[in-house]
Structure formats: structure tokens, C-alpha cells
């Protein structure tokens, strides 16, 4: 099977740790990301200047492995801010994209409603063992994956589900009794809808230039075991 394996950059999100006595109404004791000003948008611009120095296409994964919550603030900053910046960012054959791993349900949440708020969808995963599940996962998909954001619809969510269930999808795949043109314009829309779904690629045939066809494949490894030992590097408050 012909993959693309894209390369990956793991950011582990460090939060302030904060101790919360038994019975404490605030919440439990561990990592928390609060304030726009001295986390969220020091935390997005270390991200968006990281980027550029890295050759396209790439993928960034955000790990939140250890975060309790998150603010409203923070999460505008690390999610649709830091999204539309990699949106704008990529183009043919020089992606970027972003994935958020290991949520907590309150993290999960937080960013969740941000993205809900501005209508935009970006893909969250499961990549370490022993992570709190936050949620069942959409129907036949595979346990990691989590949507984030407003509803998808559904032939469109089903497209991800398969995709990042076999590891590639063409228009062929999705035909299903269609024909191939109404197939491809499916994909196209989800493509271009819902930009860092889906890592796009030209494939010739042995004929040439005259025969191609793309094919579509999960912006992330599909073996969260891979994933969860790739190399990260941490990211912390100012003055953490």
C-alpha cells in the first residue's frame, strides 16, 4: 500500500501547576493553562514562528498530556488563532497542519467551544496510553480519533472515518454506486471545507501525465504507537 508519510512535530503544552486541597470546590490539583497574556499568545507565537523553519508539508501535534483545563482565552489563542494561522500558511504541496492529542475532558471542552464559536473543525487524537478518555468516538471510527468543533456533515465525517481507518481514500473508494465525478467533488468539498483533515497528493499512473488521480491520506500516523514515541519538545509559560 502507497502511503505519505508526512513528518511530525510534537510540542508537549506545559501548564502552571496549581495544588487544590481535598474537597476544594475550584477543581483538582495539576496543570492548567490561564491567562491570553502570559500563556496563550506567547504559546501560539512560539508555535507559528516554529513552523516556518520546518520544510512543508509537516504536521504539528500539540500534546496536552498532564493539562487539567484550559481558559477561554488560552484556547482562542492555541485554537482557531493558531489554526487560521496554518490555514493561511499552506498551499499546494506545502502543508501544515495541526492536530491536538491527549485531552483531558475539560481541555477538550474548552477548545471545543472555541471552535464551535468561529465554525471551524480541526482533529484531535488519542497518542499515549493511559490517557483519560474523553468521550466515545464518532461510529466506526477508530478509537483515537475526536472531531473538534461544529458537527460535520455526515458523509463528509464519514470520508475522515474511513480514510484514517485504512490509511488512504480515493475517489474510488468513495464512489459507492456514485459516479467517480460526483466522488471526487466529495472529496474536493471536504478538502477544501475542512482544510488539515486530509493530506492531498498528485499520483500518476504509468501512462504519464495524462493519467492521475488523487489520493488523500491521514495527516498523522495511523500507529499512535509510533506517534506517541516521537520526539517532543516542551512548551511552557513565561517565567514557568
Not at 47 to 71: R, Y
Not at 74 to 87: D, I, N, R
Not at 104 to 127: N, V
Not at 202 to 229: F, H, I, N
Request: charged share 20%; net charge neutral; proline share 8%.
Amino acid at each position: 500500500m502507497t502511503t505519505a508519510q508526512i513528518p511530525v512535530v510534537r510540542y508537549r503544552i506545559v501548564g502552571v501547576y496549581q495544588s487544590v486541597q481535598p474537597g476544594d470546590a475550584a477543581g483538582v490539583s495539576g496543570q492548567y493553562l490561564m491567562g491570553r497574556d502570559i500563556v496563550g499568545v506567547p504559546m501560539r507565537r512560539y508555535i507559528e514562528d516554529a513552523s516556518l523553519d520546518l520544510s512543508a508539508p509537516n504536521t504539528c501535534v500539540l500534546d496536552f498530556t498532564g493539562v487539567k483545563d484550559i481558559s477561554a482565552s488560552v484556547a482562542e489563542e492555541l485554537g482557531p488563532m493558531l489554526l487560521t494561522t496554518f490555514s493561511a500558511r499552506s498551499y499546494p504541496d506545502a502543508e501544515r497542519y495541526l492536530v491536538y492529542a491527549n485531552l483531558s475532558r475539560d481541555a477538550r471542552l474548552g477548545l471545543d467551544d472555541e471552535f464551535r464559536r468561529t465554525g471551524q473543525a480541526a482533529l484531535a487524537i488519542i497518542a499515549s496510553d493511559g490517557t483519560e478518555r474523553v468521550r466515545q468516538p464518532q461510529p466506526g471510527a477508530p478509537p483515537w480519533i475526536d472531531l473538534l468543533g461544529p458537527p460535520m456533515p455526515r458523509p463528509l465525517q464519514d470520508i475522515v472515518i474511513q480514510c484514517y481507518r485504512h490509511g488512504r481514500i480515493t475517489s474510488g473508494d468513495v464512489a459507492d454506486g456514485t459516479s467517480l465525478g460526483a466522488a471526487s467533488k466529495k472529496l474536493t468539498d471536504l478538502y477544501e471545507r475542512y482544510p488539515g483533515m486530509l493530506h492531498r497528493v498528485k499520483v500518476y499512473g504509468e501512462s504519464g501525465a495524462r493519467s492521475w488521480q488523487y489520493v488523500y491520506y491521514p495527516v498523522v500516523p495511523t500507529d499512535t504507537t509510533m506517534l506517541a514515541r516521537t520526539p517532543y519538545q516542551q512548551i511552557e509559560p513565561i517565567g514557568a
